[in-house]
């Protein structure tokens, strides 16, 4: 867990660092960084770290992917907290981003949090050939294959009037793009600034994200119904919003079940590959959470 604590304040001291750059309108700045130095669990940065050591890669060089990937979701959070998407006030315990600074400046803050996101990864000292391929796999995963487009199925579903079995293939299809892509890739992003990664090692350590991916995002469906708004920080809006989720379709028992056979089954990917106790512990963080 120190570990885990240590890559999280190289995270934080990153993203701080960026947003002493001179950027102006004053405005926009403060809009820009608001959301990604709020706080936050940081479980994608952990996650890529984590999987980074496994594969012997430079920690140094890490943190620009790691911190990225923040980027990235702290503009998801933004967005999605408009009143167009999930219409929230609170995010990680403060106003929303639009709260403070207006829909529009909002907007632009997510832009630009996903446009520099891979700025950062760009202008990093990994390998050009691992910079491509980073940037391959992140920017699918959280653009119009993954996030977007879970983003945009869930959206669409909310008060569908569909069957249950429909249901069920819908709210797969959205828990496994809207929010399980980018952590997956949050995953082998990490992995691929190492060196010398085996096929093997790379599909296990592929699918040991999705399961979690998937997991994470049962837990927090199960956190809008028995969680304690003051922990997790935000309002619960999932019966508000009639948002399709795993609780509704399968009852809250069963889909912490459904979480728990994830855990397991991503444990069974990499509990024989070296140096996997990180990715161990953030599994066990994912699907015990109250927060
Ligand atoms: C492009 C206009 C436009 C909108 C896109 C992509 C998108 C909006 C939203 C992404 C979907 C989304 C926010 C999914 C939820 C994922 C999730 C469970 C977020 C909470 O993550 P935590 O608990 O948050 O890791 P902290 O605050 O701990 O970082």
Redesign the pocket.
């Known amino acids: 867990m120190e570990t885990l604590n240590k890559y999280r304040l190289l995270t934080d001291n990153f993203i701080d660092n960026l947003s002493k750059e001179n950027i102006v309108p004053k405005k926009f700045k403060e809009a820009l960084f608001y959301t990604p130095k709020s706080g936050?669990?940081?479980?994608r940065a952990l996650l890529t770290f984590s999987s980074a050591e496994m594969f012997n890669a430079d920690i140094d060089k890490v943190v620009f992917v790691a911190a990225a990937i923040e980027l990235i979701?702290a503009y998801?959070?933004i967005?999605?907290d408009l009143p167009a998407?999930d219409n929230d006030d609170f995010r990680?315990g403060k106003p929303s981003n639009h709260k403070v600074f207006g829909e529009d400046m909002a907007i632009l803050a997510g832009d630009g949090l996903n446009t520099h996101a891979f700025n950062v990864i760009a202008d990093s000292p990994l390998m050009p050939e691992q910079k491509i391929e980073i940037i391959k796999h992140l920017s699918k995963a959280a653009g119009i294959y993954g996030?977007?487009n879970?983003?945009a199925a869930d959206i669409l579903s909310s008060g569908a009037d569909v069957g249950k079995n429909q249901q069920k293939k819908l709210v797969n299809f959205i828990h496994k793009h809207?929010?399980a892509k980018l952590i997956q890739s949050s995953v082998v992003c990490g992995a691929l600034c190492g060196r010398n990664i085996k096929d093997t090692d790379f599909n296990k350590i592929s699918k040991y994200g999705l399961y979690i991916g998937v997991a994470?995002?049962i837990i927090?469906d199960c956190l809008d119904i028995v969680g304690d708004e003051k922990l997790l920080g935000k309002k619960k809006v999932d019966e508000i919003n009639n948002t399709l989720t795993y609780p509704k379709i399968y009852g809250l028992e069963r889909s912490y079940k459904m979480a728990e056979v994830l855990k397991n089954m991503a444990f069974n990917e990499i509990k024989d590959m070296k140096k996997s106790e990180n990715l161990i512990n953030i599994a066990k963080l994912v699907v015990e959470r109250k927060q």
Do not use: E, N, Y
């Open positions: 936050g669990k940081r479980i979701h998801s959070l967005h999605d998407m990680r996030m977007v879970g983003q809207k929010t994470f995002q927090d």
